[in-house]
Antibody, heavy 119, light 108 residues
Framework: QVQLQESGPGLVKPSETLSLTCTVS????????LSWIRQPPGKGLEWIGY???????YSNPSLKSRVTISLDTSKNQFSLKLSSVTAADTAVYYC?????????????WGQGTLVTVSS | SSELTQDPAVSVALGQTVRITCQGD??????PSWYQQKPGQAPVLVIY???NRPSGIPDRFSGSSSGDTASLTITGAQAEDEADYYC???????????FGGGTKLTVL
């Protein structure tokens, strides 16, 4: 059974770069997209972007200039970097395996990790 | 604002049928996926594609689409179905993914 687990600092200072890693276990990342999704406290879900196993990336236009998603197939991991963070970037960050075949779905999801932006 | 619009809140009596809707132009071209999220938990996929349920999702959950509106129907709602529900699909460009704002379902 495929499982995903996010890891990274829970506190980031304003203007710095948020860095998270998602480790995929129990299955391959080959032939899949891998997404980052976030949810500010008390609010809805926001797709950040995804990376295909070949390395191609696609990001939410509203975040694109600040987002970098990368992949390490040897470790079955993918990572998110979000630069120049502000308090508005405080959220639970999820990673999810993503199917994209004309329509899309996310399954499974990691448990999520809360990242707080504060000095 | 999201390109997919959901009612913020819906309620249903225990055992009755409820429909949660998601509206957006992109739904004319792409099937949505639907997620259930309970407090403090990660979202869980409940419907994807035309009307497909992942393993372990009860058959009281079903999906349908017509024009620019997609629906998640729960037939015979149970207390454990009380949760937030989100739809997801492509944006109007077809190049990016977007979520609806979510619907809070209360089972009375």
């Amino acid at each position: 059974q495929v499982q995903l687990q996010e890891s990274g600092p829970g506190l980031v200072k304003p203007s710095e770069t948020l860095s998270l890693t998602c480790t995929v276990s129990g299955g391959s990342i080959i032939n899949y997209y891998l997404s980052w999704i976030r949810q500010p406290p008390g609010k809805g879900l926001e797709w950040i972007g995804y990376i295909y196993y070949t390395g191609s990336t696609y990001s939410n236009p509203s975040l694109k200039s600040r987002v970098t998603i990368s992949l390490d197939t040897s470790k079955n991991q993918f990572s998110l970097k979000l630069s120049s963070v502000t308090a508005a970037d405080t959220a639970v960050y999820y990673c999810a395996r993503t199917y994209s075949s004309g329509w899309d779905w996310f399954d499974p999801w990691g448990q999520g990790t809360l990242v707080t932006v504060s000095s | 604002s999201s390109e997919l619009t959901q009612d913020p809140a819906v309620s249903v009596a225990l055992g009755q049928t409820v429909r949660i809707t998601c509206q957006g132009d992109s739904l004319r071209s792409y099937y949505p996926s639907w997620y259930q999220q309970k407090p403090g938990q990660a979202p869980v996929l409940v419907i994807y594609g035309k009307n497909n349920r992942p393993s372990g999702i009860p058959d009281r959950f079903s999906g349908s689409s017509s024009g620019d509106t997609a629906s998640l129907t729960i037939t015979g709602a149970q207390a454990e179905d009380e949760a937030d529900y989100y739809c997801n699909s492509r944006d109007s460009s077809g190049n990016h993914l977007v979520f609806g704002g979510g619907t809070k379902l209360t089972v009375l």
